[in-house]
Every structure is written in structure tokens, then in C-alpha cells.
């Protein structure tokens, strides 16, 4: 199994610019996550999923939008980028968050920069 | 407001010394996980508790629920180079909620 998966590694965007960070995995797990992480902040949560279909807002949502059309994929999209969406972006993905010991695999992460 | 704080934010120390590092709540949560994060990776679960006052090992590194399932702690002893990154707590609540990620612990061991 490849796991969790993230495209691209590295980019660097123009403020206003748009794009996409990609996310798969391929463990069949039901919710699905998209965190942010800024130096010294910890991971915030961004959006997540609990299934095809269906996604929800976390803490930090505004400047993104997020959809989940299959199990396996949780595109992150940013539509007007900013100076302040300067972050390492992690997916996260786990089986079912009704248990609450349920474990979170991340991929290794985008950098994104916006200049 | 954090819901999960950990302390000390930063701690740099020689190979084998013992150190302790701390996650506090004024909440209670079901469960309390550890991440460890190494640089350029996403982080990856080392242990999860759920009972008050439960202790887990793993190999040298013992980790604490509170009684009161507010708090958490992680003691590694004799620390080596090998254990440097950033130790990330994560509080479990019931129900479909996601967890709540505390700042880190970066560590930092010295050859």
C-alpha cells in the first residue's frame, strides 16, 4: 500500500492565483482530513470528510474549498491564493472516527508559498 | 483558544539525559494520542491512551494519561539522536468530532 499520497510536493504561487493540492489513499478509510501547519503552530484543521460526498468545515476553512467524489481522493482546493496561506499542507485519512482511538496516517506533506 | 497545551515548546539536550514533556487540558477527552513528526514528514502515531491514570511503554519512551483524562505526559529516558522532532498530542472527543492537535514539543538530542 502507497498510503497517503500528495501532489505536489512544492509550489510556489503569485497572491491571486489558484490551484489544487491533491490527496489519495488507498486504505479504504472512510474520513479524510485536510490540516495546515505554520511554524510554531501546530497542525490546524482545515476541512475534513467522514465519506464520499459528504465534508465538513474545521478550524481554519475560509480561502479553501474542499470535495470528495470518491473514497479514495480529497482534492484541497484555494481559489484566490494569499500571503497568509503560506503553510505545509498535510492529508490525513483514518478508518472511522467513531472509535475514538482511531489512528490518523498522514502524507509527507505540500509546502506552499505565496509571494 | 488552544484546547491542548504542551510544554516546553522547545527543549534541546546531550544524548542521555531523561527528559519529560507535557500536554495539559482544561478539557476531558476520551482519548490522548502522541505523533511524532520528523522533519519533512507528515507525523506518525506513537500510542494512544484512554484510560484515566493509564501507562504505556514503548521501548524507552512512557507515556501518561491523567487521572482526570485532562493531561498527558511523555518521558523518554536516555535520549538519543534518534528521538529529535516534534511531539505532537492529540485529544480524542466522542463522536464523529476530529482530534484537537496541541502545538508540538520540538526536540532537539545532541551526539
Known amino acids: 500500500n502507497a498510503g497517503v499520497t500528495q501532489t505536489p510536493k512544492f509550489r510556489i504561487l503569485k497572491i491571486g492565483q489558484s490551484m489544487t493540492l491533491q490527496c489519495a489513499q488507498d486504505?479504504?478509510?472512510?474520513?479524510m482530513y485536510w490540516y495546515r501547519q505554520d511554524p510554531g503552530m501546530g497542525l490546524k484543521l482545515i476541512y475534513y470528510s467522514v465519506g464520499a460526498g459528504i465534508t465538513d468545515k474545521g478550524e481554519v476553512p475560509n480561502g479553501y474549498n474542499v470535495s470528495r467524489s470518491t473514497t479514495e481522493d480529497f482534492p484541497l482546493r484555494l481559489e484566490l491564493a494569499a500571503p497568509s496561506q503560506t503553510s505545509v499542507y498535510f492529508c490525513?485519512?483514518?478508518?472511522?472516527?467513531?472509535?475514538?482511538?482511531?489512528?490518523?496516517?498522514f502524507g509527507p506533506g505540500t509546502r506552499l508559498t505565496v509571494l | 483558544t488552544q484546547l491542548l497545551e504542551q510544554s516546553p515548546q522547545f527543549l534541546s539536550i546531550q544524548e542521555g539525559e531523561n527528559l519529560t514533556v507535557y500536554c495539559n487540558s482544561s478539557s476531558v477527552f476520551s482519548s490522548l494520542q502522541w505523533y511524532r513528526q520528523e522533519p519533512g514528514e507528515g507525523p506518525v502515531l506513537l500510542v494512544t491512551v484512554v484510560t484515566g491514570g493509564e501507562v504505556k511503554k514503548l521501548k524507552r519512551l512512557t507515556f501518561q494519561f491523567g487521572d482526570a483524562r485532562k493531561d498527558s505526559s511523555l518521558h523518554i529516558t536516555a535520549a538519543q539522536p534518534g528521538d529529535t522532532g516534534l511531539y505532537l498530542c492529540?485529544?480524542?472527543?466522542?463522536?464523529?468530532?476530529?482530534?484537537?492537535f496541541g502545538k508540538g514539543t520540538r526536540l532537539s538530542v545532541i551526539a
Open positions: 486504505m479504504n478509510h472512510n474520513y
Open positions: 492529540a485529544g480524542g472527543r466522542s463522536g464523529n468530532t476530529p482530534l484537537v
Open positions: 490525513a485519512s483514518s478508518y472511522s472516527r467513531l472509535v475514538v482511538t482511531d489512528t490518523q496516517y
